[in-house]
Nanobody, 122 residues
């Protein structure tokens, strides 16, 4: 089993900053990429940001320029620095990791965190 533990969510005023963290642990040989998804009621889940093992990053247009994703490979940790937060950023943010297991599979697998609530007040 692979576990993802998320932290950093909470309530913040518009214009404020939050940093989300996600720590992966378990039978992991290699992590290919890590990302943060978000979902609000009545909306489709969207990828907010991701980072690959090689350090390449990608952002949703709605967060580009405000959010920064980074990765600590040694600690299997991914961060999402969220600046200039807007009320429309309010969502449940979930960490996703694509990884190669140390045993039991030969193809990449996915693991999901339970999600952390981010609420931005106006």
């Amino acid at each position: 089993q692979v576990q993802l533990v998320e932290s950093g969510g909470g309530l913040v005023q518009a214009g404020g900053t939050l940093r989300l963290s996600c720590v992966a642990s378990g039978s992991i040989l290699r992590i290919n990429r890590m990302g943060w998804y978000r979902q609000v009621p009545g909306k489709q889940r969207e990828l907010a940001a991701l980072i690959t093992a090689g350090g390449a990053t990608m952002y949703a247009a709605s967060v580009k320029g405000r959010f920064t994703i980074s990765r600590d490979n040694a600690g299997n940790t991914v961060y999402l620095e969220m600046n200039s937060l807007k009320p429309e950023d309010t969502a449940v943010y979930s960490c996703n990791v694509q990884y190669i297991p140390s045993k039991g599979a030969w193809s990449p697998l996915d693991s999901w965190g339970a999600g952390t609530q981010v609420t931005v007040s106006s």
